[in-house]
């Protein structure tokens, strides 16, 4: 056990993935000489070769196709997408290609490629690199969408999602990279929590409080803020968007009664808003309250020096937690 | 003027074997690929073009029926697909378009496979891994690139077998094709890009996808080409074997460019009278790819019995691909959901369960 960041973990996580299976390939821009432009690849290319850790031209879509390519020949390939807002070339290719090629040949060819790429706002970045795009990949069927908060998380789901034999999308919250916490690399004896399933963070009684990614710390800072006016938050960390784990959510919500679901994406068709359309549909008569959803807004992502406004932090996730509450507020209207 | 070398570097020129009369054109170069060709092969190669019309007019009679939902007819461009096919190793793979019904059909892929689509039993026809062929791709250009990852992994596996993608000339135009001609060039891997210009894309003609031969945009890239007369057949033979020679000794890919005509519509779906003169189809019909080869044989004196022989093979061959064809049953509803993952999913396993369950309701109601 010893401490790590969320980058440091993903670069070991890959780094085993790499020797452990002699089929695993990365492939990205600026992933090998330069190490990525966040290093999560750091020293992957020199010590697996131009091979297996490739620099491609700059064509997102092609970096996917290829990976396919890789794949009806038996590889395993691992895609780095440089931001978030950067995927939209290699749409195409996962839709009508990625999610549908297994079904497409019955089953006759797997698909296990894994699709890595930071998500997420509050770097102060320009356009097109603060994007949560995670609703256009949980709309679609075939694909698996992850993402993770610690580091520990971050190594396992990362080698969980690689041995996968479906696509995986697998997000990685990208002002986490730098955070620190514990890391257990150690592979037997280890238990792995199931890459699906959700993870209850911090019990509680009053609310359910479901996050992932980013949010999942400022959840965690809120139910602590929440606790000191005598407030009991549960803290549920999703982990994955498709599928969701619902069973864990709806068993939650039976107990408290009430709901938030926060996200930095856009509000409408969003993860929270399947979430709730289900809790709504399947535990009704344990509701106490409407379920509330703190979101991004239904905008463009904002210029830097706007997006603290725009981003949920924990005063807007504790405005949602008094909402469920019934308690006094500022009197405004929900948007 | 006959070209010394088979590759292109201008003009509108196109390598033929055989002339639209069915004199045997000499090439220096690309002779040497076809040495081994008999009299039997020819016959070989006439019959492979027939029986593949005989399947294409079928499967258009039985969509015209109401058996299939759409049909491709590759009515014209089968010297293009059969000449290449016919060049391919066993262990090289096909990503093809919609249209390859030929080269599927020679990779191994049973008449009544390639209706399965169209059928709308299934998304593909076979099995890609068996008949090394993927299935057939419907976005334009798309499988371009898979090609490029698979040429990526015979380069990785240092083996000698080619990645060989169809496509058309409208994909040409797609930005998949291009960055696909972009990652072969840089990587040089063994891809081969067999682009069959049959004019037009459902109803562009291909002056609106280039100005320059299409050939041209592959030299851009850094990839040779080699631009063909695509309703020869012993052209398309001799230049995809000459190509995959110079892939498999240089681990880089080629272009080729097969100049034909789509003689059919785009689809069932389609009316080309009302974008094509009547009479740039009747020229083309004067180079029909089948009228070619029989010329060549009968000046050889050797096409005696020739059609006879194709047109009962290919009858015997249509009558049991209907026969197939119709006994293509409903899948079962559970289809739906198989394969959508390789493993357990929750979500589906509980819409799959529904889906049964409310169709159980109706049985009982009924019974």
Request: a negative charge; one cysteine or more.
């Amino acid at each position: 056990m010893t401490v790590a960041t969320m980058r440091s973990a993903l670069n070991a996580g890959l780094r085993r993935a790499l020797s452990e299976d002699g089929d695993v390939v990365l492939i990205g821009e600026d992933i090998g000489r330069l190490g990525g432009v966040f290093r999560v690849t750091d020293g992957l290319q020199d010590e697996f070769g131009p091979r297996r850790v490739v620099d491609a031209p700059l064509a997102e879509g092609a970096i996917v196709g290829t990976a396919i390519g890789l794949a009806y020949r038996g590889f395993r390939p691992v895609v780095e997408i440089q931001f978030d807002g950067f995927i939209y070339p290699a749409m195409d290719q996962i839709v009508t290609q990625l999610a549908k090629l297994h079904y497409r040949t019955r089953g006759q060819v797997r698909f296990p490629v894994t699709i890595r790429m930071p998500f997420g706002g509050g770097v102060g970045a320009v356009e097109h690199h603060s994007e949560s795009p995670e609703a256009y990949f949980a709309h679609t069927p075939g694909l698996r969408v992850v993402t993770c908060a610690t580091p520990q998380d971050a190594y396992d789901m990362l080698r969980q999602s690689i041995s996968d034999d479906d696509p995986v999308i697998f997000l990685e919250p990208k002002r986490r990279y730098h955070t620190r916490g514990e890391l257990d690399e150690s592979v037997s004896g280890r238990v792995l929590h199931p890459l699906h399933e959700g993870r209850v963070l911090r019990a509680g009684s009053d609310v359910t409080l479901v996050v992932y990614g980013a949010l999942v710390q400022t959840a965690l800072d809120a139910a602590e803020a929440a606790a000191a006016e005598g407030v009991s938050l549960e803290v549920i960390d999703l982990r994955s968007l498709s599928p969701v784990d619902d069973r864990l959510i709806e068993d939650s919500v039976v107990r408290t009664g009430r709901l938030v679901v926060a996200h930095e994406a856009p509000l409408q068709g969003g993860v929270g808003a399947s979430i709730v359309a289900a809790v709504t549909d399947r535990c009704f008569e344990f509701l106490e309250a409407p379920p509330t959803i703190i979101a991004g807004f239904d905008t463009p992502y904002p210029p830097a020096k706007l997006e603290r406004h725009y981003v949920p932090d924990l005063d807007r996730i504790l405005d949602g937690v008094d909402r469920v509450l019934g308690r006094p507020h500022a009197g405004v209207e929900k948007p | 003027m006959t070209r010394t070398s088979p590759w292109w570097t201008d003009g509108d020129e196109t390598i033929a074997l055989v002339s639209e009369d069915g004199e045997r054109i000499p090439h220096p170069e690309l002779d040497t690929m076809i040495t081994d060709l008999t009299i039997d092969d020819l016959r070989g190669l006439y019959r492979d073009m027939a029986v593949v019309r005989r399947i294409d007019t079928e499967a258009t009679a039985l969509q015209r029926q109401g058996e299939l939902g759409l049909w491709a007819p590759l009515l014209g461009q089968e010297a293009a697909q059969v000449g290449s096919a016919r060049a391919l190793r066993t262990d090289d793979f096909v990503f093809s378009s919609y249209r390859e019904h030929a080269v599927a059909h020679l990779r191994g892929a049973k008449p009544v496979e390639l209706l399965r689509m169209c059928r709308g039993t299934a998304h593909s026809g076979w099995d890609p891994l068996e008949i090394r062929m993927a299935p057939m791709q419907i976005i334009i250009g798309a499988q371009t690139l898979h090609a490029v990852g698979y040429g990526m992994g015979i380069r990785n596996q240092e083996s000698d077998d080619v990645a060989v993608t169809y496509f058309g000339d409208g994909a040409t135009s797609q930005g998949s094709v291009s960055e696909a001609m972009v990652f072969a060039a840089s990587f040089n891997l063994p891809v081969l890009f067999f682009c069959q210009n049959n004019q037009y894309a459902i109803s562009e003609p291909v002056g609106l996808q280039s100005r320059a031969p299409l050939a041209q945009r592959a030299l851009g890239f850094g990839i040779p080409a080699i631009r063909i007369d695509g309703n020869d057949v012993l052209a398309a033979l001799a230049a995809t074997r000459f190509a995959l020679a110079h892939i498999r000794e240089h681990g880089a890919p080629v272009f080729i460019e097969a100049i034909t005509y789509r003689m059919g519509p785009h689809t069932t779906s389609d009316d080309p009278s009302r974008y094509r003169p009547e009479q740039e189809l009747e020229d083309w019909r004067t180079r029909d790819p089948l009228l070619r080869l029989e010329r060549l044989l009968a000046a050889a004196d050797e096409s005696t019995g020739l059609r006879d022989l194709a047109d009962s093979e290919s009858d015997e061959i249509a009558r049991v691909l209907r026969e197939e064809c119709l006994a293509l049953s409903d899948p079962d509803p559970e289809e739906i959901f198989a394969h959508v993952y390789s493993t357990e999913h929750r979500v589906i396993d509980r819409q799959r369960s529904f889906l049964s369950a409310y169709l159980g309701m109706f049985e009982e109601e009924g019974s």
